[in-house]
């Protein structure tokens, strides 16, 4: 639907344009044409409104104006100023540019471009030095109300079109663009205007009119791949992520690095399709990663910062990872710190909504201009990227290295995971080892690779999780053997071969534990026999542990239609499996019936399939970040009564059990530690944030292993899994450990 209703409005467009080419006023009922902030065309409309004027013969003067060192300014003064700046001086050129004849356009990170039409040279010189005299009178409002001169100085370039053939839209920005770098080299504080006499412009021309020819058919005939450099967690030296980035296999000029490209993306238009374009392929990867059972780990992922100026942006990226089957808990959405300077607030919006979806944002290159710490506080960031140049200076520099160790400290203070790029040599590793960083990227690791290579370097490092993967399908196959012949089929002799001879039955429910397989039948005789099960619902969920011990746990409802009163019954359960040549057996099934049930009733919203749900793992690949998270991470499914199917090793150490303690003893049962005063509240309330999709962070208490209470705050959202399962997404914070950080 979006995207008729963008033909639809494009349509429109091109129709007003060519009836309407001078009236301004109707430029602006166009809401994709205006600038959100400063309320002025943008760059499409502009670059729509010379193109017209090129086809109608309509002379032009065009002029590119830039604030000089703005990045400066709002560091000095902030961003709030800044932004108070910039509509100042939008109302300032629109005083100089009087409405019947010119427009004036907000083009983000380049500036302001002026478009005059039948202008002479000596009316456009004397417009732009007028403007570059009055600059420093503009005033501004400071936070404290108290309005000041800016001080700022404007670099200006210009050109003008006087009816030359063969000229495009492109051509005329090239020039004024080529005029404005000249002011800047120059000292800034000048007007400058394009030199017709140029050659070296125009021998750049002709390279660049082949490299757009060449780089329009780039896409489509697949010449951009998709390189992964590793990213490894330094406390073992495993591969926890990679980072995606394009390379063009030019069939003449061989393979070609971005900084030989991107800048040509970027200047005719199609660094956003180029983003895109990339992100489907590392969607397409992941699916097949998926579907082969291959090992794999997020993808870091980057975008121009011309996408967080898209009000779809982060819907737009879920669209694709829907068409693809895959789970937005894939990819981790990297954006540089420049971004921040434009329109904060959006920005923000934006992230929160790519979190909301799942997806997982860094902040790369963090410290390359001018961010602080105080940025951090308010920015939803998951994952932080040092930049590399802290790394290319002195290590030994006292500053240096305290800038680093409290960019780290501070990071990790806030949940956030800290990456250093540009290890490269022994010396990086040691320092960063020293100083805490989680993660590292470089070429002392590895250098980017085309996706095969990739790939073996994974399964070469990560071979204990195709082990894993073997034995996790056997496991739930003997699983569903429990359901199948157990429950429903209520045959004990086809699960003789598949168990220890001192097999163990924990039934949480009667109180009861039983060994040995004889007093198994014996109990199942005197408790199940006859009854009539159907299954309703079953999630089967492996867990990978450093013994040959293989955890399954899971949920399922089942509907035993003998019982007089409780028509469903909900299961959750364990099993402890032995990996013995080369084949699993049962050393221990834990299974408790749970009496709440009837909260089943309210999930009908969701629709519990009358099927086998036996889904993807997904525990390998969450764990490659959430593992070294200093916050608590779980995920329910949100069919039948919210199993867990993920916990990090943070979340272990709050509820005060391991792995193997909490699923092969507790059955993966949160509930069963939640305090009983607590129980009632938290799943009502977590029942009301699925509903409403609202994040309210709550408290409430756990009883560890050991007897202690533990109170954490906890807030959720709603997610979809690898598989396209319906599941919740918790954090957990231990309030006491926030205590303690404080005082001291």
Known sequence: MQNYDYIKMLNKKVELLANELDNRDYKLKVSNEIDFFSKIPNREFVYQYIDDCISKNIHIGVMLLNIDNFKLFNDIYGYLVGENLLINLTQELLYFIPESNGIVAYLKGEGFLIVIPN??????????????????????????EKEIHSNVTFSIGSTIWDGEPNVTTLVIFNQVYSALKKAKIEGKNRYIPFDFDDNNFYNKLE???????????????KQIEAFYQPLY?????????????????????????????????????LITELDLYLFEENCKNIRRWIDNNDVFVPICCNFSRLHFFNPNFPSMLKGITEKYSVSTSNFSIEITENVLLENTNTIIQHLNELRSYGFSVSMDDFGSGYSSFGMLQNL??????????????????????TILYSIINIARALGMLTVCEGVE????????????????????????????????????????????????????????????????MQDMKKLKSNVTEDIQWSDFYSKTEITSFAKIIEHFEKHIKGKKFSIL??????????????????????????????????????????????????????????????YINEFESYSIPKMTNTHLDESNILSQFYSMLPVGIIRYDLFGDMIITYMNEEMFDIIGYTKEQFFGEMGGNLRAIVHPDDLDFIY??????????????????????????????????NLYAIDGRAIAQGMYIDINKIKNLTEV
């Open 684 to 717: 009502k309330k977590s029942l009301e944030m699925i509903d409403t999709n609202k994040i309210e962070p709550f408290l409430y208490r756990f009883i560890k292993r050991d007897g202690q209470i533990v109170t954490v705050m906890y807030t959720q959202c």
């Open 537 to 598: 619902y079953k999630s089967i969920t492996p867990h990978d542990t450093d013994s040959n011990l293989l955890l399954i746990s899971g949920e399922a409802v089942l509907s035993d239609e003998s019982a007089e009163y409780q028509k469903y019954s909900n299961f959750y359960f364990s099993a402890n499996c032995i990996i013995s040549e080369n084949r699993l057996l049962l050393k221990k099934l834990n299974l408790d019936l749970i009496k709440t049930a009837g």
């Open 207 to 221: 390279n660049d009119k082949e490299f757009l020819y060449e780089i329009s058919h780039a896409l489509q005939t």
């Open 233 to 269: 967690n330094i406390k073992n030296n495993t591969i926890v992520g990679c980072e995606a980035l394009a390379r063009w296999r030019h069939p003449i000029k061989g393979l070609l690095t971005p900084d030989k490209f991107i800048p040509l993306f970027e200047q005719f238009g």
């Open 380 to 401: 939803p960031f998951d994952v932080i990227k040092i930049d590399r140049i802290f790394l290319s200076h002195n290590l030994n520099d006292f500053k240096n290295a």
């Open 425 to 488: 040599t022994e010396q990086h590793v040691e320092f960063i080892k020293s100083i805490n960083c989680d993660i590292a990227q470089g070429y002392y690791y590895a250098k980017p690779m085309e996706c095969a290579q990739f790939e073996k370097l994974l399964s070469k490092e990560n071979n204990s999780g195709e082990m894993f993967i073997k034995y996790s399908d056997i496991g739930k196959s003997l699983v569903e053997k429990i359901f199948d012949e157990f429950f429903i």
């Open 119 to 144: 202008v002479s040279n000596e009316e456009l010189d004397n417009i732009g030095t007028t403007i570059i005299k009055s600059a420093r009178e503009l005033k501004v409002q400071l936070p404290n």
